[in-house]
Nanobody
Framework: QVHVAESGGGSVQAGGSLRLSCVVS????????MGWFRRQGVGQKLENVA?????????FYPDSVKGRFTISRDNAKNVVYLQMKSLKPEDTAMYYC????????????????????????WGQGTQVTVSS
């Protein structure tokens, strides 16, 4: 049974940093795609803010976070991280970790082609609030 759990959210001032962690159980990270998404408000759609292929380390970021967010993984610990720096009030959102337990093609993951529906397993989310 796959379980995904995020931690590390909180409140920071603009310009600050936070690191989110995502612990995965139920399968071992090898050649998988892991992603971080956020929802900025009720009724807002999920935005993919980062993805990583856990074998190659190849990553994807949208322009909205490129250069400020860094996704990484520790396969030995089955953990994926999202380091966020230079945070802005518009980064305020609930952040979700998403996992695909199927073997993933590297270019599909790091090319940003993974949609919300491609990830079968999700955590409960961790809130990030950035004040101005």
């Amino acid at each position: 049974q796959v379980h995904v759990a995020e931690s590390g959210g909180g409140s920071v001032q603009a310009g600050g940093s936070l690191r989110l962690s995502c612990v995965v159980s139920g399968f071992t990270l090898r050649r998988h795609c892991m992603g971080w998404f956020r929802r900025q408000g009720v009724g807002q759609k999920l935005e993919n803010v980062a993805a990583i292929h856990t074998d190659s380390g190849g990553t994807f970021y949208p322009d909205s976070v490129k250069g400020r967010f860094t996704i990484s993984r520790d396969n030995a610990k089955n953990v994926v991280y999202l380091q966020m720096k230079s945070l802005k009030p518009e980064d305020t959102a609930m952040y979700y970790c998403a996992a695909d337990s199927a073997i993933s093609p590297e270019n599909y993951c790091s090319g940003g082609y993974y949609a919300e529906s491609d990830f079968p397993f999700w955590g409960q989310g961790t809130q990030v609030t950035v004040s101005s």
